[in-house]
């Protein structure tokens, strides 16, 4: 079993900067990626990006916008989701996941942290 816990969400105006984290528990030594998703009020849940797990890679979705970096502490227990230039459209609730291979659907959910943008 793998835990997440996500944490960093809030209420931020539009223009500022948010740093989601993830703290992971349990077998993370059998964690292959993490992924970073979010899903808006009415919308559908949509993938943010992935972070290799071994390799430390970055992957990011069209959704990202260039603006979300995610990252990795060193004592790989925590993974980052740092967004800049937040947008309104950018509100809604944020969430981590693990996978355990390349090839399997993603294992393992936080609960969710809420972030708000205003104007």
């Known amino acids: 079993q793998v835990r997440l816990v996500e944490s960093g969400g809030g209420s931020v105006q539009a223009g500022g900067s948010l740093r989601l984290s993830c703290a992971a528990s349990?077998?993370?030594?059998?964690?292959?990626?993490m992924g970073w998703f979010r899903q808006a009020a009415g919308k559908e849940r949509e993938l943010l990006g992935a972070?290799?797990?071994?390799?430390?890679?970055?992957y990011y979705t069209d959704s990202a916008n260039g603006r979300f970096t995610i990252s990795r502490d060193d004592a790989a227990t925590t993974v980052y989701l740092q967004m800049d230039g937040l947008k309104l459209e950018d509100t809604a609730v944020y969430y981590c996941a693990a996978k355990l291979s390349w090839n399997s659907d993603w294992d393992y959910w936080g609960q969710g942290t809420q972030v708000t943008v205003s104007s």
């Open positions: 349990g077998r993370t030594f059998s964690v292959f990626g």
């Open positions: 972070f290799g797990w071994s390799d430390r890679s970055t």
